[in-house]
Each structure stands twice: as C-alpha cells, then as structure tokens.
C-alpha cells in the first residue's frame, strides 16, 4: 500500500530560526514528490517539485531533499518567518496511469516571534 | 487572473439534505479533482475528472456525487448518505501540478 508519513506532527519554532521536516514514503513506482504550504482555512500552495534524479531543490527560504533510495524527503525553512505559520504537506506520485497522489498528513509549523 | 473559485466557503448543513459545492477553474485544465481533508490526515481523493462529461470515483466516493458538464465546472453534491460529511472540502484542477481552490468548510448541524 502506498504511503506517506511525514513528522513530526508539529513543531513550534522561535522567529529566526532554522528547522527541517520530514517525509517518508513507500509509494512505487515513484514519479515525483511535491511540497506543499498549507495556510490554515486555505487551499495548498506548491512549493516544490522534484523527480528522481533530483537530489535538492530551493525556493527562496525552503529547501527540499530528496534520497530515492531511502525514500525520504526533507523540507529545510531557513530564518523562519511568522508568515511561515502553516502546514506543509508532502505528496508523492506514483508513476502509473493517471499519475495516483499520495498525501501526507502534513506538518503544523506555528513560528513564534 | 487564472485559478480555482470555490464557494461557499463556509456551509451548515441539516442531517438529511443534500448540499453542493460549486468549484470553477479557468485554467483550460481538462483535469479536475475533489478532496476531502479532515484534522491530521492526508487529503482524500473523492471523484476525479479528466475530461468532459466523464468522472471516475475516488478512494471515498460513497454519499458523494458529481458531474462534469463543463470544462470550467466541477460541482461535488454531498448527499444524505453521507454519514459523517463535516470536513474541509478541497476541489483542484491540473496534471502533475495540482492548483488547489481556497476550500470550503461544511458543517453538519
């Protein structure tokens, strides 16, 4: 059964500072794994994507690992800001037709000043 | 600009009524999708759409209903057989990338 656990569940962090997630999955054949910042009461906004052959990828504060042969991921936020109050979400996809979603339970990330 | 309209956002429902959703997308996508998010869990695939005038059933279609008549419209119906129907409702269209509206939060009174 195709998986996706991310963790921890969620995590308070001090204005400035550094912290990572993560996300691990058993979803296969893998296609490609995105990340998602889910602001409380809105809809999820890509932050990532990456395919296999992708070991890291950044988007401003937030950068994203990928190990496929362990089948983790990690979303890294640098200098945490309040605006980065939210949840993050972890999706794999499956290589097949229709390229099926997996979705993770996400992350709560509440950044303090 | 381009996107996903849901509405309503906020939706109280009686036990015993139907409710619809309403999502639109002016992408030009042919692909549209319904989730379902509930606290801590992943979003659920309830129906899928990947073109016009023909859907297909998600993980956790049952008490559900939808149709496709547009390509802009994809309106996911929430029936009475629905037994516990209170959740985040999110609708997104795309391939690959999924573009996600703001949702709509139902509430059974």
């Known amino acids: 059964k195709n998986q996706v656990e991310q963790s921890p569940q969620s995590l308070i962090i001090l204005e400035g500072k550094n912290c990572t997630l993560q996300?691990?999955?058993?979803?296969?054949?893998?296609?490609?794994l995105r990340w998602y910042k889910q602001d409380t009461g809105r809809g999820p906004v890509s932050l990532t994507i990456m395919t296999f052959s992708e070991n890291t990828k950044s988007n401003g504060r937030y950068t994203a690992t990928l190990d496929a042969d362990t089948k983790q991921s990690s979303l890294h936020i640098t200098a945490s800001q309040l605006s980065d109050s939210a949840s993050y979400i972890c999706v794999v996809s499956a290589e097949a037709a229709g390229n099926k979603l997996t979705f993770g339970g996400g992350t709560r990330v509440l950044v303090k000043p | 600009d381009g996107g996903i309209t849901q509405s309503p956002k906020y939706l109280f429902r009686k036990e015993g009524q139907n409710v619809t959703l309403s999502c639109e997308q002016n992408l030009n996508h042919d692909a549209m999708y319904w989730y379902r998010q509930d606290p801590g869990q992943g979003l659920r695939l309830i129906y899928y759409s990947q073109i016009v005038n023909d859907f297909q059933k998600g993980d956790i279609a049952e008490g559900y209903s939808v149709s496709r008549e547009k390509k802009e419209s994809f309106p996911l119906t929430v029936t009475s057989a629905q037994k516990n129907p209170t959740a985040f409702y999110l609708c997104?269209?795309?391939?690959?990338?999924?573009?996600f509206g703001e949702g709509s939060r139902l509430t059974v009174l």
């Open positions: 996300c691990n999955y058993t979803v296969s054949p893998f296609s490609n």
């Open positions: 997104a269209s795309g391939f690959g990338e999924l573009f």
